[in-house]
């Protein structure tokens, strides 16, 4: 039995507002003195910010903390986040858990620890609130001098939580809670941190980013322009935003603002209007069309992607073929496809049109071919072409890989140490899911 939790590691599922809390989680468990180590060196205490956004995230998330007992049995292992919300005692029950914390308690884990190595295995512990309970504190952004801070070149930062949109499909809203955004002040004060550790981009992160509103007033557009004004950020890059979110003031700063990068990932989920209503969504198809070709004609070389979903309760054969109509038509760069995953709770978990898997499993190949293309096409419009890549890391074969503004990721081979530079790049060539370029500038 460990008898002091000196080390730590953590593992993140999902999506990147995840990964900007575990960096955040992690960056309080060293201040307080915890070591961060490997998985694979016997950390005393495993930490796994779980995913619980489809059937197919929870099967990951158990898997990681099956692997993870693995090479640490000694560890104390601590699941929270999502998973936990939405099931504690399922998460409880499996064997290798020792604790398991909720959305709103996951920052406070250090509170956790005494009473953790004190317990024996068998005694386990939980801690899980009712996110959409009006007497939660639901402030569950980091704390001063917590920085989201990662081991990469870029970095992920949190500035709003929460959902109010209920979405037929979604269960999030459920596991989030309601909709708040981070002290405008906070947000400049962490940049300003990032920056100083010597990060070039900032990806800002959020359930529902779109909805971002400070206390003092300012929107998403506001708070950018505020970051552009306040901070020497070199890149800052937006998670997904709502279509119906999308304002015209927001477009204009990513059109003129250099720092600001060429990318919206704008959820479609459907093409078919009759399946937009079933999902609860605030557009339409015509609406979603308009909003694209508005973008490209402003910002000719952006990257644009999209979020679907194959196979939701009552999807025909002729709403699939509309949506997949409506999609080689779009001006889109990329694809997210998702199978229709069941979530208790959720309004369409009581439809009764079900889709057969093998269906659902056809559809997202198509759909997944046509991103392919999609992708292909984009990369294949830029050879010949400057961009502008911060590089991130060097791979086995020799070569450094970054992403440009526009999210294309560039790979090239050079002698010099190129990793959290930012370096001009002509695109010579277009490999499978990457383009081969040459460095412009030494």
Known sequence: MINKIETVSLKTLGCRLNQSESDCILDSLIKNGLTHVSDDQNPDLIIINSCAVTKQAEAKTRGAITAAKKKSPMGKLVVVGCYPQESAEKV???????????????????????SLE???????????????DSNVDNYTFPIANICSAGSTTRAFMKVQDGCGYFCSYCIIPYLRGSVRSRNISD???????????GYKEIVLSGINLGTYKAETGENLAGLLKKMLAETDIKRI??????????????????????????????????????ILKLMNRKYKSSDYKSLIEKIKNQIPDICIGADVIVGFPGER????????????????????????SKRPGTKASQFKENVKNSVKKERSKILRDLSLKKQKKFFDSFVNEKLEVLFEKKDKHGF???????????????????????????????????????????
């Open 92 to 114: 409880l029950a499996i064997p290798e858990v020792d604790l398991v914390l909720g959305n709103h308690e996951k920052y406070k884990i250090i509170d956790y620890l005494p």
């Open 118 to 132: 004190k317990i024996s295995h068998e005694e386990k512990e939980h801690c899980v609130s009712n996110m959409l």
């Open 187 to 197: 947000c400049i004060d962490e940049t300003k941190l990032l920056v100083d550790k």
């Open 237 to 274: 890059r937006l998670s997904s935003i709502e279509p119906n979110l999308i304002s015209s003031d927001l477009l204009e700063i990513i059109a003129h603002e250099k720092r600001i990068c060429r990318q919206l990932h704008i959820p479609l989920q459907h093409g078919s209007d009759r």
């Open 317 to 340: 054969d002729d709403d699939f073929f509309e949506m997949l109509k409506m999609l080689e038509d779009l001006a889109l760069s990329y694809l997210h496809v998702f199978r229709y």
């Open 400 to 442: 450094y890989i970054g992403h440009s503004d526009n999210y294309i990721e560039v790979a090239v081979k050079n002698n010099k140490n190129l990793i959290n530079q930012i370096i001009y790049v002509k695109v010579c060539k277009v490999l499978e899911d990457k383009v081969e370029g040459e460095l412009l500038v030494e």
